[in-house]
């Protein structure tokens, strides 16, 4: 009987360190995971697109640059270079390189959401239309106090 739950601990050992080993690996890959769920499962991209093709792209483009700028300032490479697919880019063409991944990331999530290719997982909830039954107070004749101001209401007035 002692061998069996000697056998036991080593097994809950080891598959304790499995675990830690992977959250090892899969941590650092979370801000990442965490960019792609919200760009593609918290914007409405039928609703963005349209925004975004009158000009929204321009200052989506500058937020990128200042992005650039402002991250290359506050935080350099050690060595002075990044060290991206075998290259060694300066530190703000590393940066460029990085916020031009994420934003091409951003679009790729839009293209999928609206290709369908996530199916309901990616879908909103239809707002009513006003034109589908939905009516302002204006069109049924009442006031913000409920009185209504139709013809058949100052009858007694004459």
Known sequence: MEPLVVSLQTLL???WDVVINLLAVL???TPL???VAFWLLAVNWEKLY???AKGAVIGVL???VVMVLIWGLIAPPADGVHHLFGLRPSNFVGKAIYVTMLLTIMALCGSVQLSGA???LCRFPEEPNDEEGHH???EHGHDDHGHGHGHDDHKDAH
Do not use: D
């Open 13 to 15: 050992a080891a598959g």
């Open 27 to 29: 941590i650092p890959w």
């Open 33 to 35: 995971v965490a960019w």
């Open 50 to 52: 349209p925004v975004m």
């Open 62 to 64: 500058l937020i990128g």
């Open 118 to 120: 996530c199916g309901s």
């Open 136 to 138: 302002g107070h204006e």
